[in-house]
């Protein structure tokens, strides 16, 4: 059971404007709520202080688990995952392909949308459906 007081997760969700701190997804649009992610895992000490919590979707918190980096295949060093809380989501990564896929435009971006496979084929076929609709992306 999770000890973030329910204040603090209504905070995170909403500053985050109802959208995945990674990979922009609307809970609205999926009709799922987001869940809280430890940007450091606790299992690696990380702590449920605002600064390390992000909104994320259930099919980015799942897949990130409990890692922080990978292998960036421009530069095959390994580097940190996206940091929605001291990062900018924009300077990280832009949207290709008439919005319906993201590409890391950093070696955090890219390990990121690997990691979390932001591009999952299942995504990828409902983002052209917003974007036909107008509803994506946000920005
Ligand atoms: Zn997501």
Known sequence: MSSIPKSIRQQVISEAEQRCEYCLTSSRLIGMPLVIDHILPKSLGGSDERENLAAS?????????ARIQGIDPETDELTMFFNPRKQLWIEHFAWINGAT???GVTAAGRV?????RINNEYIVATRSIWVARGWHPPY
């Open 57 to 65: 979707c259930y099919r980015c918190n799942e897949f990130k688990g």
């Open 101 to 103: 896929q993201v590409i």
């Open 112 to 116: 990121t949308v690997i990691a979390l």
